[in-house]
Nanobody, 122 residues
Framework: QVQLVESGGGLVQAGGSLRLSCAAS????????VGWFRQAPGKEREFVSS????????VYADSVKGRFTISRDYARNTMYLQMNSLKPEDTAVYYC???????????????WGQGTQVTVSS
């Protein structure tokens, strides 16, 4: 079992930055692909980014490419999402997830955090 806990959400003005963290307990991430999804009110949960823990291969949704950066810290067993140049359309609950497949759909991930709210004001 893997437990995931997100932190770092909040309210920021358009053009600002936030860094989300996802800390894992129970197991290390070493065998997993870890990723971020987001869900805005009335919309489906959508893929944001993923990183293969061993090897560091990253994938980004087109909507965040060039603005968001995913990274991981081996020693802390923690994943991060640095979000720059934030836009109002980035407003959503952000979830971290872990699975064995580098997929872009929620069903491909086995473990989820509780989510953290990100609100970008215009």
């Amino acid at each position: 079992q893997v437990q995931l806990v997100e932190s770092g959400g909040g309210l920021v003005q358009a053009g600002g930055s936030l860094r989300l963290s996802c800390a894992a307990s129970g197991r290390t991430f070493s065998r997993y692909v870890v990723g971020w999804f987001r869900q805005a009110p009335g919309k489906e949960r959508e893929f944001v980014s993923s990183i293969r823990w061993s090897g560091g291969i990253t994938v980004y949704a087109d909507s965040v490419k060039g603005r968001f950066t995913i990274s991981r810290d081996y020693a802390r067993n923690t994943m991060y999402l640095q979000m720059n140049s934030l836009k109002p359309e980035d407003t959503a609950v952000y979830y971290c997830a872990a699975g064995f497949v580098a997929g872009r759909t929620p069903v491909e991930y086995d473990y989820w955090g509780q989510g953290t709210q990100v609100t970008v004001s215009s």
